[in-house]
């Protein structure tokens, strides 16, 4: 059982728009920044997002990240194949005194 | 461009130690703008953080794995290691690790990873 909650899925169509949610508590997202990974089959993670919505270098401006509260989504807009992997949310916890992550989106391109 | 390769016995027996180096190439394992840290990942499941250590060697463990945990540097090898003590089945994974800026806690470059099965 993650700390933080992600839908086990999600799906789109090329060119569509599509949110992936994380959800946390006040000790996680409520008071930390957040960051995002997409890890493509067979390799290692990859940072996406970092400080809720800021990308690093060669990162398309497809993605793009938010907070709300205690809760975070990813969007992606303008699908592509390649985007077919695996999201993870993370975020510092407070209570825990440690890093926790999500338990993972598998995205499908239709 | 700075490049993390993970290496270490790839089987372990249960009870044992688990032991896993992370080399640091193309930059300076030294710079004091980064920490250091590890991940793992059950096959077919999600991301957990195991610890973060600077180069001076002050370290962050998980709590749920502190007890077992230990992580080193080595800064004339350019290196970092991984301890878990006491392993288990459920310990059997691909092991990251992973660069974090300082004061931050996002891991902005990671290591191909290694995969540890641990079975007798």
């Known amino acids: 059982q993650s700390v933080l909650t992600q839908p086990p899925s999600a799906s789109g169509t090329p060119g569509q728009r599509v949110t992936i949610s994380c959800s946390g508590t006040s000790s996680n997202i409520g008071s930390n920044s957040v960051n995002w990974y997409q890890q493509l089959p067979g390799t290692a993670p990859k940072l996406l997002i970092y400080f809720i919505n800021n990308r690093p270098s060669g990162v398309p401006d497809r993605f793009s990240g938010s907070r709300s509260g205690t809760s975070a989504s990813l969007a992606i807009s303008g699908l592509q194949s390649e985007d077919e992997a695996d999201y993870y949310c993370?975020?510092?916890?407070?209570?825990?005194?440690?890093?926790?992550f999500g338990g993972g989106t598998k995205l499908t391109v239709l | 461009q700075l490049q993390l390769l993970e290496s270490g016995p790839g089987l372990v027996k249960p009870s044992e130690t688990l032991s896993l180096t992370c080399t640091v190439s193309?930059?300076?394992?030294?710079?004091?703008?980064?920490?250091w840290g590890w991940i793992r990942q059950p096959p077919g499941r999600g991301l957990e953080w195991i610890g973060t250590?600077?180069?001076?060697?002050?370290?962050f463990y998980n709590p749920s794995l502190k007890s077992r945990v230990t992580m080193s540097v080595d800064t004339s090898k350019n290196q970092f290691s991984l301890r878990l003590s006491s392993v288990t089945a459920a310990d059997t994974s691909m092991f990251f690790c992973a660069r974090l800026p300082e004061s931050t806690t996002y891991f902005d470059l990671w290591g191909r990873g290694a995969l540890v099965t641990v079975s007798s």
């Open positions: 193309g930059g300076s394992i030294t710079s004091n703008r980064y920490f």
């Open positions: 993370a975020a510092w916890d407070d209570s825990l005194n440690g890093v926790v």
């Open positions: 250590i600077s180069y001076t060697g002050r370290t």
